[in-house]
């Protein structure tokens, strides 16, 4: 098996069939003892990995936005507007 300049090989037929890989598929490299094992990647691992990017993302960002000292409440109505569902008294 050729590895391309990429760096991507093509997996055999018999192989994906047998861990059930179709396009679109997710797949782990996996190192055990000096020897790597290609891995399926079930779908709830995957939506947890996602998540897990996600909550790392969001934490990057905390403390990015500076509200000028208004609330939650006060910063919503300054970039949406007032609320006309509200009853105004």
Do not use: C, H, W
Request: hydrophobic share 35%; charged share 40%.
């Amino acid at each position: 098996m050729r590895v391309t300049e990429k760096g991507q090989v093509t997996i055999p037929k018999p192989i994906r069939d047998k861990l059930g890989i179709s396009p679109g598929s997710e797949v782990e490299f996996v190192e055990r003892n000096s020897v790597v094992e290609l891995v399926r990647v079930d779908a709830a691992r995957s939506v947890e990995r996602r998540r897990a990017e996600l909550l790392k993302a969001l934490e990057a960002m905390r403390g990015t936005l500076d509200l000028g000292g208004l609330t939650t409440d006060e910063y919503m109505e300054e970039i949406r507007g007032p609320r006309d569902d509200l009853d105004p008294r």
